[in-house]
């Protein structure tokens, strides 16, 4: 029998990522800005993030001009909402059943 973490997504596990996920599959669309301040990570950094996320086809980035300045969208795909709700899951399994073991103390 294998243990549940095995099924965690070790691309949603880290924290900063687990959080903009947590974010993105909240609302339709966030803006950049938005979700670098609540995530509370520097630009360089969510941009690392958002690339893995991409990548795995978590998340959409999509850039409009807004008068002459660029806005920058971000925004959980299908497959990242599933992805993320299966994560979730899987913490909330090994949290509800920790594993019985006759040698540990209570």
Not at 9 to 21: K, L
Not at 51 to 60: D, F, N, P, Q, S
Not at 61 to 84: C, D, E, H, S, Y
Request: include cysteine.
């Amino acid at each position: 029998m294998s243990h549940p973490r095995h099924e965690l997504d070790p691309v949603i596990h880290t924290p900063a990522r687990f959080s903009i996920m947590a974010l993105l599959s909240a609302v339709e669309r966030a803006e950049f800005r938005f979700v670098r301040d609540t995530v509370e990570v520097s630009d360089s950094a969510l941009s690392q993030h958002l690339t893995t996320l991409e990548k795995a086809g978590y998340v959409t980035v999509r850039k409009a001009q807004t008068g002459r300045r660029t806005t920058t969208w971000l925004a959980a795909t299908p497959a990242g909402i599933a992805a993320f709700t299966c994560h979730i899951s899987i913490l909330n399994q090994i949290a509800a059943h920790p594993p019985h073991d006759a040698n540990a103390s209570t």
